[in-house]
């Protein structure tokens, strides 16, 4: 779906405060634009199942080919998108490492990560005063749970 949205030139914003890890680092990456704060962590690490009953030998190995194969695309896509070193991302990929926003940062292309001070104007989700991120920025809604959801306007 955000592929999609961006193929029609629509930007997608987003923002991490404290953490993006496993699927949400996957989001996170898909974005157009990327801010966080500077404490924030990032994680990404090979994909994982978990299943449960009895299987086969053979069925066992479609679920390994099937993971191998997602395993082979989001290393390849981790690589292109953040344009970091293989090496480097293999290492901290199987590692499980723990990134701080200036340490990820620094082994991406330039822009692709982008931190900022503050993030302003969402007052019951973060209690940060000034920055450069603006409210005005992003359209966004509360789900029942109180989980925010941003999009950004189109022009």
């Known amino acids: 779906a955000m592929t999609i949205t961006k193929s029609r030139g629509i930007e997608i914003k987003c923002v991490t405060s404290i953490y993006a890890a496993s699927m949400a680092f996957s989001i996170l990456a898909n974005c157009s634009d990327r801010y966080v704060l500077p404490n924030a962590r990032l994680l990404f690490h090979p994909a994982r199942i978990g299943i449960m009953g009895a299987f086969t030998g053979p069925e066992y190995q479609e679920f390994a080919d099937i993971l191998n194969n997602l395993d082979k695309s989001l290393q390849e896509f981790l690589v292109e998108e953040l344009e970091i070193d293989r090496d480097v991302m293999l290492k901290a990929y199987y590692a499980e490492k723990w990134w701080d926003a200036k340490e990820l940062q620094a082994a ?32 966004h809604e509360l789900n029942e749970f109180g989980h925010v959801f941003f999009h950004t306007a189109t022009n």
Do not use: C, E, H, P
């Open 108 to 139: 991406t292309k330039k822009g692709w990560l982008t931190i900022v001070d503050d993030i302003t104007g969402i007052d019951d989700l973060f209690s940060f005063k000034a920055g450069r991120v603006k409210q005005s920025d992003f359209i």
